[in-house]
Nanobody, 123 residues
Framework: QVQLVESGGGLVQAGDSLRLSCAAS????????MAWFRQAPGKERDFVAG????????NYADSVKGRFTITRDNAKNMLYLLMNNLKPEETAVYYC????????????????WGQGTQVTVSS
């Protein structure tokens, strides 16, 4: 069993940057693919970015390509999401997720989820 706890959310202005962190515990995530999702009010949860077990392969939603960067530190059991040039429409709860399939950089149904961290982008 893996427990995931997100942090780093908050209130920022449009154009600002923010780095989210996801701390894993219970088991090492070094063999898991990891991902970030987000859910805006009244909308479905959407894929944002994914990374394979080693960090050597990543994938992004088209809307965030070039602005967001997903990274991981397996030694620290951590996942990160650096978000640059944030937009008001990216206001959402951001979730960290772990997938047992190590090469799956676009997880459809991750095995573990965090509780989420709120990101609010004001215009």
């Amino acid at each position: 069993q893996v427990q995931l706890v997100e942090s780093g959310g908050g209130l920022v202005q449009a154009g600002d940057s923010l780095r989210l962190s996801c701390a894993a515990s219970g088991r090492t995530i070094s063999t898991y693919a990891m991902a970030w999702f987000r859910q805006a009010p009244g909308k479905e949860r959407d894929f944002v970015a994914g990374i394979n077990y080693s960090g050597g392969n990543t994938n992004y939603a088209d809307s965030v390509k070039g602005r967001f960067t997903i990274t991981r530190d397996n030694a620290k059991n951590m996942l990160y999401l650096l978000m640059n040039n944030l937009k008001p429409e990216e206001t959402a709860v951001y979730y960290c997720a772990a997938d047992l399939k190590p090469y799956n950089v676009v997880p459809v149904d991750p095995d573990y989820w965090g509780q989420g961290t709120q990101v609010t982008v004001s215009s």
